[in-house]
């Protein structure tokens, strides 16, 4: 299904620290069709995380209106955002936010137990679900049994569970090492080429450039907004590390 996605039309953010007024985000206007890759980029405190807070309905904008599939959801109450987030959004975390005691099944089965589904409908979406991330073999495993690139995909999978209509990834490669990072991406390119819309805030151009579309923030404002020219292909670049360390085992 193509359209517009997210719209946000004059979207502000303040924010008051005793008598001080800060504008974290600022008469932001900007539109994501459904099915695109975007990285939002931008410095620290140039708003592109208080942006993704806004759009994954983790908090509500002091100015502006946004409207998620046609739907004005500016001013809805704790409990309407609440239910957004577990049935439209999936969130990914630097810090891949993994209940540490739970095994990877029940942590990817969570979102679907707090839609209210029984627990065993829960269990056999997120073994699917494990499964099309390429984990179903660890659905057992607690996250310390776990690499940072698989709690990374158990996190995914989590996401991804209740089939939302966005994915929402905050520094997804942020605590990965490069080709781990890549294997990232390549799952995301991958997700996206099957038609699920992702956002990817992240500081990292190289990361940036794996998305179709780059918005850039600073100051609060939107600075920029381009198409990704040359983007980078995962795999191709994965296939190419592999190439080098046989050579370099060769030698």
Excluded at 146 to 162: D, F
Excluded at 226 to 233: K, L, M
Aim: charged share 25%; aromatic share 4%.
């Amino acid at each position: 299904m193509t359209g517009v996605l997210i719209e946000t039309q004059g979207l502000g953010r303040d924010y008051q620290l005793g008598e001080t007024t800060v504008r974290a985000l600022r008469d932001v206007d900007l539109k994501i069709a459904r099915g695109e890759f975007v990285a939002v980029m931008g410095p620290s405190g140039s708003g592109k995380s208080t942006f993704m807070n806004l759009i994954g309905c983790l908090d509500r904008p002091t100015a502006g209106r946004y409207f998620l599939e046609g739907a004005d959801i500016s001013q809805l109450g704790r409990d309407a955002l609440a239910n957004i987030r577990n049935e439209k959004v999936g969130f990914v975390f630097q810090t891949f936010s993994l209940l540490p005691r739970t095994s990877a099944l029940d942590n990817v089965a969570m979102p679907v137990l707090y839609g209210g589904k029984s627990g065993r409908e829960g269990r056999k979406k997120a073994l699917e679900t494990l499964e099309a991330v390429g984990l179903s073999d660890r659905a057992s495993h607690h996250p310390a049994q776990l690499s940072g690139g698989q709690q990374q995909r158990v996190a995914i999978a989590r996401a991804l569970v209740n089939d939302p209509v966005l994915i929402l990834a905050d520094e997804p490669t942020g605590a990965l090492d490069t080709r781990t990072g890549l294997e990232i991406m390549a799952l995301f390119q991958e997700l996206n080429r099957q038609g699920i819309t992702v956002v990817v805030v992240t500081h990292d151009p190289d990361i940036a450039r794996h998305a179709k579309r780059i918005v850039g923030f600073r100051d609060g404002r939107v600075l920029s907004d381009e198409a990704v020219a040359n983007r980078a292909d995962a795999r191709t670049e994965l296939a190419a590390l592999a190439d080098a360390a046989a050579r370099e085992a060769a030698q």
